[in-house]
């Protein structure tokens, strides 16, 4: 049974059925009646999915977050949570598994939930040069640099992870450490674990330091356990550092957990530097040396860009939020 069938049989336009069953108030009382009669007379029932795929937007604000393990992303997306509260839109939340394509994932829930805009946290940019085009909504991916992309309605708020790699390992090696082994992401699933990566070899190169990748980088997922496990495996490889760089707080915590359960004392024994400056770090024995990303400034631009997008139809806009490097308790100095 279709709206069509039910036009048939009332004598009556389709889209004067449409509007008597949605409740639009441009129909006759006559019409309304005599369309709702038939409607019951013949069991028709809207269907709801229908109805929700033919609506142009909703007054949401769609945030999905690539990776369910990453702490940072769950900071910020408190951060955006309270920005949104401010103004006259809801927020929908989307987590996905970090290997999972982001954009596909987007398409969908931008038929599903019509949102206004969305904000991407994290991303690759090959899934947004591959799939992107049907997305005609203002976005805003979040730690991603998608200045390079060819969209008109993508921006971008992010820090400079190529940098950020190489002052970590300039910092390291500044300590008088030669010995660096570096936990990361996939980074072929993960643009951030790439350029950190590349900006650890630059400085590597710059000192003249070798690195393999086979045997100095470990590359996993953004979780605790993950660079716990990751450890383990360089430990067991017989692999002799004296510092570890990780490219994710949460990776350095799992590594320090490691690095004690095999005897070795951080940072007596193995200094460890990590990415993010998560709030758990301040609290860890020993405090956690990273290069700290603003969340609060992250958040507040990516949605300051966004609603400037959907409200006033501003231009895309890519914006680097600067780092800061947080010297603790979990290095120290070579001095042998």
């Known amino acids: 049974m279709t709206i069509k069938d039910l036009a048939a049989r009332t004598g009556y336009a389709v889209g004067t059925v449409s509007r008597a069953l949605n409740n639009h108030p441009n129909v006759s009382e006559k019409a309304r009646t005599a369309i709702l009669q038939a409607a019951q007379e013949m069991d028709f029932e809207i269907n709801v999915n229908a109805k929700q795929l033919k609506q142009t937007h909703s007054n949401t604000v769609l945030v999905v977050v690539k990776g369910i ?24 939340v989307d987590y996905m598994d970090e290997d999972a394509n982001e ?65 970590a390992i300039e910092m390291l090696i500044a300590l008088g450490h030669r010995k660096i082994a570096v936990i990361g992401g996939d980074r072929e699933m993960s643009d951030t674990s790439r350029l950190r990566f590349e900006g650890c070899v630059d400085a ?22 993950d660079g716990y496990r990751a450890t383990k495996d360089l430990l067991a490889s017989g692999r002799e550092f004296t510092a570890l760089f990780a490219s994710a707080d949460v990776m350095a915590i799992g590594a320090i957990r490691a690095l004690r359960e095999s005897g070795k004392r951080v940072p007596e024994d193995v200094s460890v ?22 969340v609060s400034d992250m958040a507040r631009r990516s949605v300051e860009i966004l609603l400037g997008a959907i409200e006033d139809g501003e231009k895309a806009q890519h914006e680097t939020i600067p780092f800061r490097i947080f010297r603790r308790e979990s290095v120290r100095e070579l001095t042998e």
């Open 69 to 92: 393990g990453n702490e940072l992303f769950g900071e910020m997306v408190e951060s955006i949570q309270h920005l949104i509260s401010e103004t006259r839109y809801q927020l929908v």
């Open 103 to 167: 954009v596909a994932r987007a398409v969908q829930l931008c038929r599903e939930k019509k949102p206004l805009g969305i904000l991407f946290l994290g991303g690759v940019n090959a899934n947004f040069q591959r799939d992107f085009t049907t997305i005609d909504i203002p976005c805003v991916v979040v730690t991603n640099d998608a200045s390079t992309l060819p969209f008109e309605n993508l921006s971008s708020v992010s820090t400079d992870d190529r940098e950020a790699g190489r002052c």
């Open 204 to 225: 590597f190169c710059d000192h003249g330091i070798p690195f393999d990748p086979d045997r100095d980088y470990q590359g996993v997922r953004y979780s605790y356990q």
């Open 273 to 294: 530097m990590g990415v993010d400056g998560l709030p758990i770090g301040d609290y860890l024995v020993p405090q956690l040396t990273t290069v700290g990303q603003s």
